[in-house]
């Protein structure tokens, strides 16, 4: 399995240097995403996102946004309104702004199912991580 460092600062965990592997990474990331959700974009929401993770790092993650709070839960959610299916490695390459969801779309490493105006309104509920949160070494 793959390594990634990854330099906290303020927003990944609590320790300010770790390795760890994708499948941690792809944890942290998600499970970061309550801490990043931009409440004005998510003003009036009552949704749930599910996120399908496939490969070594993957897994199934239900996003739940609500009164502009947000919380995670590692599950399928039969009552998704929509569902993104992508590979872990992938979804790294969203939270960091590597990749947008039409280039995804395009070069065939998304599908989904589901609200395609929830499903374009991601990069607004949850900004990619900037430069100045994160260092991959």
Request: glycine residues 8%.
């Amino acid at each position: 399995m793959s390594k990634l460092v990854l330099v906290y600062v303020g927003l990944m965990g609590p320790s300010p240097t770790q390795k760890m592997s994708t499948h941690d990474l792809v944890r942290q990331l998600i499970n970061g995403m309550p801490r990043r959700l931009d409440k004005e974009a998510a003003k009036g929401l009552d949704t749930i996102l599910q996120f399908e993770l496939s490969g070594d790092a993957g897994g199934a993650f239900a996003i739940m946004i609500k009164d502009q709070t947000c919380w995670v839960e590692e599950t399928l959610s039969a009552d998704a309104d929509a569902t993104m299916k992508m590979s872990a490695d992938t979804y790294i390459d969203l939270a960091f702004g590597r990749i947008t969801g039409p280039q995804m779309f395009y070069k065939r490493k998304l599908r989904f199912d589901g609200s395609l105006n929830l499903i374009m309104k991601i990069h607004k509920l949850f900004p990619s991580l900037s430069k100045d949160e994160y260092s991959l070494d």
